[in-house]
């Protein structure tokens, strides 16, 4: 099983990013996809969730209506388009693959917001 998520980087206050997360030796079409991110000091939190489908998203208040989570069952990959960044989304944010209680994580990918 292999999360692999890349698409971080240094970006200023007020832009964009869009993070991906490639997966495999699953069968992901099964599997709800999550991104979490954990600060410095903080606890891993979860940020957006997507069905195995597709059909259903959730997004956590302090990011609802600047990120979107988005998956495309045929190439085995998750997104998180991320919008309107501020600096308190400084974080290492992970990809996570969810199914009953299977539960399988990526090792994350740098996301730094400047002010």
């Known amino acids: 099983v292999q999360l692999v998520e890349s698409g971080g980087g240094l970006v200023q206050s007020g832009g964009s990013l869009r993070l991906s997360c490639a997966a495999s030796?699953?069968?992901?079409?099964?599997?709800?996809m999550n991104w979490y991110r954990q600060a410095p000091g903080k606890e891993r939190e979860r940020v957006a969730r997507?069905?195995?489908?597709?059909?259903?998203?959730n997004y956590a208040d302090s990011v609802k209506g600047r990120f979107t989570i988005s998956r495309d069952n045929t190439k085995n990959m998750v997104y998180l388009q991320m919008n309107s960044l501020k600096p308190e989304d400084t974080a290492v944010y992970y990809c996570n693959a969810n199914y009953v209680t299977d539960n399988y994580w990526g090792q994350g990918t740098q996301v730094t917001v400047s002010s």
């Open positions: 030796g699953f069968t992901f079409w099964r599997y709800d």
């Open positions: 997507i069905s195995s489908a597709g059909g259903s998203t």
